[in-house]
Structure formats: C-alpha cells, structure tokens
C-alpha cells in the first residue's frame, strides 16, 4: 500500500507548487504511511516503548541531581552514603535499587550510564551506516576492482572475532568510550552491513531512473548521491537499529571483564559487583538485576524496532 | 561443481592470509609490546640492550619479522606461553581447544536444529498472538545479556535445585584419587562421540534407501547398539564415572548456550520461511494438492535453510568470542577463559595463538559451508 | 449436449486489505463443458485471476469467497474441506502458472517433480512406469525425455514453459487453467506454444480455461470466451458470436483497441480512463464512466447478467446491438 500513495502525485497542480514543496509532501505522505504501518505493529511499539522509557532516564537524571538528590550521597562515581553503616545495602526509601559495594546508589549510577549507552550506541551505529552505505553504493555502481576489493575486506571483517580482538586490543592500549564506538562502528561498516547495503544497491543500480538520470547527462558522483543512496536510506536506518543493539551489547560484555577505561555503565557496575564478590551472591539481587535487566532490554529494544521495521520495507515480509 | 569449490578453496586460503597478517599487525604495531617493557629496563647497558634486541629479533625489518613469524605460524610455533610457562601455547591450545569445541558445536548443532523446526513453524502459522509472544520472547533470549542469563541460570538449575554443578570442567574431589588425568578421560570421550556419530551418521543416510516401514526400526536398533557399546566400553575401562562427572558439568552450558543461540536461528528461520512462502513454487505446490506438511517441510524449507546455513557458519566462526564470555561464568577452562586470562596479564604469545585458533576455526567452518551449499543448491553444484 | 465439467454460480470474493474490502470477483456465472475451451479476458486487476485462483480453492488468507458456487464435475468445492478439496487440486482441475517459469522448485529435479504430484495422487504403481509416464508426457509438450533428470536452471525460459504444462498434464485433470502462461516468453514462442496447448487440449478432450488480456488471442484460439470488467462478468458466449456482435461496449472496446491484419481496415479505438478502483467501485454498472453510451439508469442501477439469445450473455443496459 505504501508504495501506491507514494506513486500518486497530487494531479493537477503540481506545476505550480516549488518543487522542494512537492518533495517534502511525498516524503510526509510516505512517512505517515510507514508509520501507520509501524503502528500496526505491536513488536515495534514494545520497541518504541522500552527505548523512550529508557531515554527519559537520561533527562531526569541531571534534573534529578540538581533538585532532589544531594551531590555527594548520590553522585554516580564518587558518591557515597555515609549515613549507612554497611554497603551494599539493601533497597530503602532513599536508595529505591539499594547502593553497591562502594556505598553508590544503584537507580543513580544506572540512570546516569544511560546516556553513555545511547552515545556509545548511536556514534557506533552511525559511523558503520555511513561507511556502509557509502561502500555499499559505490562498489554496486562502479563493480569491478573496487568491488571485489570491498567484498573480499568484508568476507574477512565478518571472520573476525571482534570481542576476542577487542580484549586484546584492551590489553595493549585503554579503550575509551569514544574509541571503541569508533572501532565497532568501523568493524560494522566494513563487515555484514556492507555486503547486506551492496545488494539493496544492485538492485537499485539497474531500475528506470538510474538510466534516465544517466542519459540526462547525470555525472557518477551526481547518481549515487542523488538517486543511489536516497534509495538505500531505509534499509541502511534498519541496520543502524541493528548495529546500537550490537554496540551496547559489546560495551556491556568489555565493561563487564573490566577492559574498558570508562568512568561508570551498566557493564561496569556488575563488573564492580563481581570484583567485590557478589556475583554469586544472589540474595543481593539489586547489584546484578537491574544494570543486567536494562543492558537486555534495550538491546532487545532496539532490535525489536528493528525488526518491525525489517517487516515494512522488505515487500518480501509482509503479510500482505 | 570442482571449479567453484577450487575458487573458494583459493578464497578462503587468501583471507586466512590475510587475517594473520592482520593478527601481526595487531601484535607489532602496539605501542609499547611486552619487548619495549623488558627492553626499557634502566639497569641494561645500550649493549646490553642492543644483544638483547637481536635475541628477540627485533633488530631484523618489519617484512621480515613478518615471514618469520608467518612461518612459525604455520609450523604450530607460537613460542612460550608466559603465564602458562613453562608450557608451548600450542601444547596449551591442544589441551583447551577440544573442550571449547565439543561445548560449542554441541550447543550450536542443538541451537540450530531446534531453532530451525521452531521457525518453520512460527513461519507457517503465520499471525495471531502466539507469534508476537514467540518473536518478542525470542528477542527477549537473543538479545538478553549472556554473562547474566547464565549467571540466572546457575543461580536456577545449579544453586536452587543443585541438579548440576555450578561450574566448572570436573569435580576435583573426585578426581584426588583418579588413576588417570582429565585429559586422558576427554580425549577417549571425545573418539567414543566421533564414533558413535559417524556411525549413526552413515546408517542414518543408508536407512534412507529403506522402504519406509525399516527405516525407523534399522535407526532405533542402531541407536541402541551403538548406546549399549558406549556403556559397555566405559563401565569396561573402569573411569567411566569420571567420564560422567565430566559430562554431568557439560550440561549446564550446553542448556545455556543452545537456549540463547537457539533464538537467533529461529527468527531468521522464520523470515526466510517467509520469504521462501511467497515463491510461486510454493504455490505450485499446493496447487498440485500435496499436504501442508510437504509443501512446507520439503519445498519451502529447503530453499529457506541457506541464510541459515550462512549464520551457522558465522556462529561457528564466534566460538570464541562466545567462549569468552560462557566460559568466564562457567569457569569452563577452553580457549575463550584462556584469552581472557592471557589478554588481562599480557601473555602476548598465547594471544596470538588463541587468535590464530579462532581463525582455523572460521576458515574450516566457511570451507564446510561452501561444501554444504553445493550440496543444497543445484544451481551452484552445477554452475 | 456434452457433460458440462464446471459450473460457476454467482460467484462473489473479496479481499480483506488494508484500505478496505476490495470486492475482486462479483457475481461471476459461467459454465465449461467436457473437452471445450475458454477464455478469460480483461484488463489486469480485473479479476482474471482471482477466479482463477477461486476455482482452485488457493486463495491467500485475506481472501474470502462471499456467495456463489464452484460446481466441479457435480460437487461444490465451495463447502469442500480443505483435505478433500487438495485431493482435487491436480487431479481434476490443474493449473499452468503466469509465472510458469517460477513454479519449478530449484532444489528438485524436474522429473521428480512431476512425479511428486502423481504420488500424492495415487497415480504412480511402479517407478518405472511412473517414469515411462512422464517420458511420454515430455515428448506431448516437445521436450527431450531425457531432460527429466535435470534441475530447472539447466532449462530455458520455454523449456521450462513446456515442463509445467508437462505437470499440469500429468494427473490426467478434467480442467487445465492457464493464466496468461506464455507472457515471459518471447512472441514466436509465444504463438507456437499457445498452439500447442489447444491441440493438446483438444488430443486429450480436457476443457481448458485461457486467461489472457488479449482478446484477439484469445478469440483466435478458444472456443468461448468470458469477458470481465472490474470483478463482474460483462459478456460470455460463443468466441465466434462475441467477435461478430459484440454486445457490451466494453468488449467492443477491448477488440477496437487491436489491429485487425485480415478484416477491414478500423480506426483503432483506445478505451478512455482507468479500470476502477474495486474497493470503492462505482455505483450501478462499474464500466458506466467509461462507456460512451451510458444513460442515467446505468449509474443507479446495476444491469442484470442474462441470455439475450443464443447462448450470449451480457450485463449491459444499453446492448450495442439494440444500438
């Protein structure tokens, strides 16, 4: 359906409206009725669901901070309650997750590491989708050595075990946040997610308009970045929701082991739990549940919005 | 059909190639590696420095530093493990790299032999609520954060029911007074699974040119000799407990990882099931009146195994970064607890071969795929 | 009169989408004796298919058979369960795909597949004869027996063609529908193939439904011919009749818009606007938008299907005869 509204253009005035008037009409009518499809879908809408709820932390946190609770009881790194005698404590009234084994407060230091999650999680999607797609759109046009080059790379990236290589790569140097959103994006954008992008692009490559613009007398360059890589953005949208899951997942395992030099996440914080000895502590639930069950489930956020999202652009998954 | 497979064959040697080169690259161009430590000793006189430089070999041109190491790599020689000393790193991987293997391939032929019925099924019935509850549950154990999920799963199955022991490879208790060591017990355990598999294997492929009606009973009368033979041979040797003990801490893993891994394979199952149902040969197939059951098990599924095939590949290409992770909660000594161990204090040399290992382990795995592939799809086999 | 094979009776289905309830057949009514052919035609989305598919009981989900009737050698497959109606399929009516060259499953021998379809059906008795069966059938269609142990790939576009025919042959069916089965493939293998069926056809005395947009085809080759406009039948008859008098404005539309080679020299007449939109369709009869002749009543009251002699049929209020 969504492709019958978009070929219907608006019949008789359409010389008189400008141009970019008409193109952001399409776009609204295509979007309104993606979304409509989207929420159709209840699997997406969970999706949605978990990430705002999740994205709200991030804004009350600092307001939170500055307003109700006191700098240096509920500080996330350097924090400590001194009115409790033993940490970690159990959930109170004032510590509504409990504090941890250096005398933090859980519900602060998880609603803090949020915002380091969805930065970590977008940077590293976003550098593996621009990569990508720029490979993915310039290997289907021009074939040949540059392909070939690219698909070989890609067979090896896709080999590679990244986390493995990531521990020692952590071994040899710190890993910050900023560099190993970096290297997981650039390991994304030369892997799976090229080769996926390069087929949509062949696709593309040999429909109508790419012939037409041709013969308008369209350069190379003019093509692919006006016809080619428009056409890919649904699907290179998609594989972002995929590549956040995978950045924050990677995070949450190295944050986990203790390899990463970062300041608090929800890795770290069941690192520090385990360090301290409480992992298999399991009456002491609050240190382990809560950053693992927020690690879970935006990861499967995303990639539940994601999946919806596979469901309306891929003609081949829909129900009708 | 020969040219295809000599092509991949070339491939997959060309990108082994490279992912050692790569592994090198990784390993020497580190600002400061473990030989600039032991070399910044102030107490060395610049002599001293410099024999010590040629001992280690790093006097001689990064190319050529890079075919020497080439070619230890391909004699089995990644030196002395330091935190393993005095042991060579592939003594060590001969000792770790069999129990990693049997747990994964284990867990991941269960994973996806179950992932792929259940997602045939979720394809075929399409719509409704059970598919929602079966996709979101199915995200739900794909995406969960594994060190936790096994961590749930100890706490259940090994901390409140106390049916499997919460870790790791043996029970050392009893073992004090075993007459033979662990690694004598797994590698008899590991020939007796090969044998009893392959022999399963080839009668399970003959009984297929059986009338239907012998077919089961030749299966199950295999079966049961080749269970009777194993008991046989283990209450014979008289370690057979020690066997058990060995494999009663396997189960616990195995259920863990076949349950994550499970999930992933019957998502994609269920969309490539569905991109396979709207194929017009789907439809010629109802069309000529064969039951639901074949067109779904012997046409459509057919076609949609090959992505699945692809990931399983991908999977076994993973092992060890799965490995790191179960085997850090299990406390399961294979490859992955080794990298970790030797990452976190530096054992360069046992790096280096854990990764080339992994690398093994993926390039065999892609060869075995191309195999497959001929085996699926005509269209190649005959290209 | 010879044993009339299928009966369709007001025959109504819709599709629930989206957008709304598309109604893609409606009130069709038509009849097939033994041994004889037909042909289907109309613009695409006019519901060609959808009959098409309706007769063989394989519709998607989404799709519902309101009222009416599928009277198949005597019984309703309407009511049918699904588990009688697939013992039917192939047997008693059997179906020569659009996309003929994607009915062949690539993983599967060609040969196999075929055989496959006369197992479930009980046909086969011996492998060998199964085959020799088979052999025989490649030869009707003009392929090389041999050609049977080969995978789809290995075939050309009309090898394939001739395959599938093969398949629909195989169970001895009462009815073959072919839906515009030689569109993919270039026009002389076009004509020679569409030849080929009809003798075929004729060789076996099976009846054979031919659904095609072409009317000028279709009139050449088939012995009857449905015409439909949006979902509705609009004329059925003689193919002889319909092409001498056309009755509906639609039909003579339809043959206006065709280059005639051997009669008299026509202007061609190309038929204004667009079929209609069957999830609101227009009230009284659908093609009154577009018909020149249309009269107040055509758009309030929708015209009744009926004889108007000789075996013809049409839904119009303004027959072109009575013009």
Known sequence: MAELTQSTPPAKSVLEIPLWQVRLRLLWRSLKTNLALFAENPIGLVGVAIIAFFFMFTIIHPILMNTVWDKNTYDPVVGYDAEIPFHPAPPSAKHILGTDPLGRDVLSQLMWSTRSEFILGLVAALVSVVIATTIGAITAYYGGFIDNFFMRLADIVIMLPYISILIVMSALFDLTLPVLALILGILGGFGGTTIIIKSQALTIKVRTYIEAARVAGGGDFHIILRHIIP????????????????????????????????RMSWGLMIYTSSYSGYLLDFQKWWLIFPASLSISMLCAAFYLVGRAMDEIINPRLRKR | MRRYLLNRLAQNILIFFAFLTLVYV??????????????????????QREILKKN??????????YFLWLRNAFRGDFGISFSNYPRQVLDVIAERAPRTIILFLTATILSYYIGFLTGKILAWKRGGWGEYAATIGGVGLYTVFLPWFALMMVWFWAYTLKV?????????????????????????MLI?????????????????????AQRTPVRLVTLAVVLIGIFAYWSSTGVGRYAADILHHLVLPIFTLATVNFAGTMLLTRNSMLETLREDYIMAAKAKGLPDQIVRDKHASRNALLPVVTSFVLAVAFILDGGVITETTFSWPGMGLTLLSAALVQDIPMVVGALVFTGIMALSAHLIADLLYAFLDPRIRYA | MSETVLRVDDLTMHYTTRAGEVSAVNNVSFSLQRGQSMGLVGESGCGKTSVAFSLMKLLPDNAHIKQGHIYLNGTDVVSLREEDMRKLRWSKISMVFQAAMNALNPVYKVGDQILEAMETHGLVETLQSAREHIASLFELVGLDPKLMDQYPHEYSGGMRQRAVIAMALSCNPDIII???????????????????????????????IYISHDIAVIAEVTERIGVMYAGRMAEFGSAVEIFK?????????LMSSFPSIVGEKRELVSLPGEPPDLINPPSGCRFHPRCPYATEICSQQDPEFKDLGGDHYVACWHPLEAN
């Open chain 2, 56 to 65: 280690l070999g790093l006097d001689r041109p990064v190319l050529e530093r």
């Open chain 2, 164 to 188: 499997f022991p919460i870790g790791k490879f043996l029970d050392p208790v009893l073992w004090r007074q075993s007459p033979v060591d662990a690694n004598y017990v797994f590698t008899r």
């Open chain 1, 231 to 262: 056409n890919l953005m649904p699907l290179s949208f998609l594989y972002m929701m995929f590549a956040v899951n995978g950045a924050i997942a990677s995070e949450a395992v190295l944050s986990f082991f203790g390899l990463l030099n970062i």
């Open chain 3, 245 to 253: 008098h056309p009755l509906h404005p639609y039909t003579f539309g």
């Open chain 2, 26 to 47: 990784l390993v020497d161009a580190q600002p400061g590696s473990y030989a600039d430590q032991y070399l910044s000793d102030p107490r060395l006189t610049p002599a």
């Open chain 2, 192 to 212: 007796t699974a090969f044998l009893s598999a392959l022999i399963l294997f080839i009668v399970f492929i003959l009984a297929r040119r059986l009338n239907p």
């Open chain 3, 178 to 208: 072919a839906d515009e089965p030689t569109t993919a493939l270039d026009v002389i293998v076009q004509d020679a193939l569409l030849r080929e069926m009809i003798e075929l056809q004729k060789k076996l005395n099976m009846s054979m």
